[in-house]
C-alpha cells in the first residue's frame, strides 16, 4: 500500500528558490529623529532571538548617541572602493552581502544616490537585489525622499529633494516603523547640537527645520504610516476571506437613488467626512431600472455626480441587478463602516410586502452604521402627481400591447399542442408553455414576465384541463399548478432579464477596453500629425457616441479646427479659454454652461496641446464617471502622442539648422 506523500515536504524538497526577504523601513519625518538610533537598537534583541544580523551600512553623522549604540560582536560587512576624480568613496558591497547570505543586513540610508560606476544607481536598488536573494532588510527613511511626495514637500519648505525612491517601495515594505518626535523636541535636539554643528544648525533652523514644515512633514508621515497600515489590514481581510467590514479607520459612503437623491444627500456626505473620516466615496447602481428612468432623473443625477466631484468625493459607479447587494459588497472591498441613505416615504405596497433599503443592508450588513437624510424630491407634490399620470397614461399602450401578443403567442401554441395532447401528457405540455414563456419574454422585464405567465396559465387551463375550451376548473388540485407554472414563469423570465444586463454591460466595457487599447496602440505607432487625426477619427466616435470637433495650435499659437463633425459652429472664444487655462468648460460644466458643446483640453504634462468639442448622441451615458474616465485616458494619450511629434519636430529641424549652419560656416572658410 502506497503512502501519500505530505504536500508540504514535497514543496520543501522541489521549491529550491529562496523565499524573498522582508523589508522594514524607519520612516521619520526629518533627519535627527532617531531613525539610524532605533534600528541600531534594535539589534541586541535580534541577536537574542537567535537571528544572524550583519551591518551593511550605518551613518552615524558622527552623532554621539548613535555611535555608542554600534555593536562590537556584530560583523560589519567591508564597503567597497571606487576612485571618483580622485577621490576615495565607499559604497555597500552588495556580492559580499549575499555571499556572506545572513538573515537580516541593516543598510541606513534608502534614497541615497550610489557613486558612478556602482552596478546600481540607487541604493534602493541594492535593497531589492538583497530582498531577491532572501535577505531581510532593516532601512531608514525620511518622508521627503518619497517620490509622489516630493512635490508637496518642495512647496511647503521651499527645499527641492533630489534623491527620491518610488512609492512602490513603501508600498512593498513588509513593514513601515515610525520614528516620531514633536517638532519642539527635534528642535530642542538641533539646538543642543544633537543632529548638526552649531552653524549648521542655524541655517538649518531658519530654513527646512521651521516649526510649521517639521509640523507638515510630521503630518505627511503620519499619514502615510496610517496608509501603510490600512492596506496590511486589508491584505488580512482578504487573506483570511474576512467579509465583515472592521471599523479599524473611517470611511464614508453615500448612495445615491435617482428619483429621490438631491442635492442634500451629497452636502450632507462632505459636511460628515469633514469630521473625520479617511475616504469618502458617492456610488449610483447602473442597472437596466436607471436606463428607464425619467431623463429629469438621469439629469439629476449627472448633476449630484458633479457636485459630489467638487466636494472631494470619489465617484463610482456600481453594476448588478441586486442593488443592496452590490452597495454591502463595495462597502465591504472598501472597508467602509458608515453609510448615507436618502430617507422618503414608501408606498403602501412597499410598506405590506416590501423592504426598504435599511431593511435590506441592516439584513445583509448588521457591522454597517447607517445615516438617513431626509431628501425626497417632494417640493411640488402635484406636479409630480401629474407627472406620474401622464407616465401611466403613456404606458397603457405597452400594456396593452403586451397582452396582445401573449394571447396570439400562448393561442397559437395550445392550437398546435392540441393535436398530440393525446399522446403528450400534460406535465410535458406545461415544460413546452415554460419553455415559450422564457423565449418571448427575454430580458422583457418583471412586469412583462408577469403577464405572459398568468395569460400561459389561462391558455393550458382553456385547451388542455377538464372540461376544455372552458375556464372552469374540474379538480381544485390543477390550482397549485398553474400556482407553480406562474412562479416559475416569472422567476426563469427575471434571472434570464438579469443575465442578459450582466452580460450586455460586461460586453460593452470590453468592447469599450478593446477600443481603447487599440486607439493607445496606433496613437505609440503614429510618426506624424496626420496619422493622429485619422486614428482619432476612427476611433473618437465609436468610443463615446458623439460628434466632434479637433482644434490644433498653429505656429502662431491660434487654434484652428483640424476635423469637425460637429452640426453647429464650434464657439472659438470658448475654445481659447479652455486652451489657455487647460480646464474644461460648456456643457454640463460650471462656465459657459449654455453652450451645447462640451469642450475639454487636451492636457500634456508640459502645455496644453489642443481643444476637442463634444456633442454626445447622449448626455446622460456621455457624462457616466466610467465615460468620463475612459475619455480622460484617451486624451491623456492623444497629448502624449502630440507632445512626442512635436518634440522631434523640433529635434530634427534643429538638426537640420545646425547642419546649415555649419556647411555654410565650411562654405565662408573655404
Known amino acids: ?12 524538497k522541489y521549491d529550491n528558490k529562496p523565499k524573498a526577504g522582508k523589508l522594514t523601513i524607519f520612516l521619520g519625518a526629518a533627519a535627527g529623529v532617531g531613525k539610524t538610533y532605533a534600528m ?43 576612485i571618483h576624480h580622485n577621490h576615495k568613496l565607499y559604497e555597500v558591497d552588495v556580492d559580499t552581502i549575499i555571499n556572506r547570505n545572513p538573515q537580516l543586513v541593516i543598510l541606513d540610508e534608502l534614497a541615497h544616490s550610489n557613486v558612478a560606476g556602482s552596478r546600481n544607481v540607487k541604493r534602493y536598488q541594492d535593497v531589492l537585489e538583497l530582498l531577491v536573494a532572501g535577505i ?32 512602490s ?54 499619514l502615510k504610516t496610517a496608509q501603510k497600515v490600512e492596506q ?13 467590514v472592521w471599523a479599524s479607520h473611517e470611511n464614508l459612503l453615500v448612495v445615491i437613488e435617482p428619483g429621490y437623491s438631491s442635492e442634500k444627500i451629497i452636502r450632507s456626505g462632505k459636511t460628515m467626512f469633514d469630521k473625520g473620516f479617511s475616504k469618502w466615496f458617492v456610488v449610483y447602481v447602473d442597472n437596466d431600472g436607471l436606463l428607464k428612468r425619467p431623463l429629469r432623473d438621469r439629469e439629476k443625477l449627472l448633476e449630484l455626480l458633479e457636485l459630489a466631484r467638487q466636494l472631494g468625493a470619489e465617484t463610482k459607479p456600481l453594476t448588478g441587478t441586486n442593488p443592496t447587494e452590490v452597495v454591502v459588497n463595495f ?14 416615504r414608501l408606498n403602501l405596497y412597499y410598506r405590506l410586502f416590501g423592504a426598504s433599503w435599511v ?36 404606458n397603457y399602450r405597452s400594456i396593452a400591447g403586451k397582452i396582445i401578443r401573449n394571447i396570439l403567442v400562448f393561442s397559437l401554441l395550445g392550437l398546435l399542442l392540441l393535436p398530440v395532447s ?45 372540461p376544455r375550451f372552458s375556464f372552469a376548473i374540474g379538480d381544485l388540485q390543477y390550482i397549485i399548478t398553474f400556482i407553480v407554472m406562474a412562479v416559475v414563469g416569472v422567476s426563469f423570465s427575471i434571472v434570464t432579464g438579469n443575465l442578459r444586463f450582466q452580460v450586455s454591460a460586461l460586453r460593452k466595457a470590453q468592447n469599450k477596453s478593446k477600443l481603447l487599447y487599440e486607439s493607445s496602440k496606433r496613437l505609440a505607432e503614429a510618426m506624424i500629425e496626420e496619422q493622429v487625426f485619422e486614428i482619432v477619427k476612427a476611433f473618437l466616435p465609436e468610443l463615446f457616441a458623439v460628434k466632434y470637433a479637433l482644434l490644433i495650435p498653429n505656429s502662431d499659437e491660434a487654434l484652428h479646427i483640424q476635423e469637425n463633425t460637429l452640426e453647429q459652429s464650434v464657439d472659438m472664444s470658448i475654445a481659447h479659454w479652455v486652451f489657455d487655462r487647460g480646464q474644461s468648460a460648456g456643457l454640463n460644466t460650471n462656465t459657459f454652461a449654455a453652450s451645447s458643446i462640451y469642450y475639454i483640453p487636451i492636457n500634456s504634462q508640459i502645455r496644453t496641446r489642443g481643444v476637442i468639442a463634444f456633442v454626445p448622441d447622449s448626455i446622460f451615458n456621455f457624462f457616466l464617471p466610467e465615460q468620463q474616465e475612459l475619455l480622460a485616458n484617451f486624451a491623456s494619450s492623444l497629448a502624449t502622442t502630440l507632445e512626442r511629434i512635436h518634440f522631434t519636430q523640433v529635434a530634427i529641424e534643429t538638426e537640420v539648422l545646425l547642419a546649415q549652419q555649419k556647411s555654410n560656416a565650411s562654405n565662408q572658410l573655404g
Open 331 to 344: 462597502a465591504r472591498d472598501h472597508n467602509i463602516n458608515t453609510m448615507i441613505l436618502s430617507q422618503y
Open 359 to 394: 431593511d435590506k443592508i441592516t439584513e445583509l450588513a448588521p457591522e454597517i452604521n447607517l445615516h438617513l437624510v431626509s431628501d425626497e424630491l417632494v417640493q411640488n407634490k402635484n406636479i409630480l402627481s401629474m407627472q406620474r399620470g401622464q407616465q401611466q397614461m403613456l
Open 169 to 222: 517601495i513603501i508600498e512593498n515594505a513588509n513593514e513601515i516603523k515610525l520614528i516620531d518626535i514633536t517638532p519642539d523636541e527635534l528642535i530642542e535636539r538641533l539646538r543642543d547640537g544633537k543632529i548638526y554643528s552649531a552653524d549648521r544648525a542655524a541655517k538649518a533652523l531658519e530654513n527646512f527645520f521651521r516649526k510649521g514644515n517639521l509640523t507638515a512633514l510630521r503630518e505627511m508621515s503620519l
Open 40 to 82: 541600531l537598537k534594535t539589534i541586541p534583541e535580534l541577536i537574542n532571538d537567535g537571528i544572524d544580523v550583519v551591518i551593511g551600512y550605518v551613518e552615524t553623522h558622527k552623532r554621539a548617541e548613535t555611535q555608542a549604540l554600534l555593536p562590537d560582536n556584530v560583523e560589519q560587512v567591508p564597503l567597497k572602493e571606487f
Open 136 to 167: 531581510d532588510v532593516y532601512t531608514a527613511l525620511n518622508i521627503q525622499h518619497i517620490e509622489s511626495l516630493n512635490d508637496i514637500v518642495s512647496q511647503i519648505t521651499g527645499v527641492k529633494v533630489n534623491e527620491t525612491v518610488p512609492d
Open 422 to 466: 393525446g399522446w403528450v401528457a400534460n406535465e410535458n405540455i406545461i415544460m413546452l408553455y415554460l419553455l415559450v414563456i422564457i423565449i418571448v419574454n427575454h430580458g422583457r422585464g418583471k412586469f412583462s414576465a408577469t403577464i405572459a405567465a398568468l395569460i400561459a396559465t389561462v391558455s393550458f387551463d382553456f385547451f388542455f384541463i377538464p
Open 232 to 244: 496590511q489590514v486589508q491584505e488580512y481581510r482578504t487573506d483570511n476571506a474576512i467579509d465583515n
Open 1 to 12: 500500500m502506497s503512502v501519500r506523500p505530505d504536500p508540504e515536504e514535497l514543496l520543501r
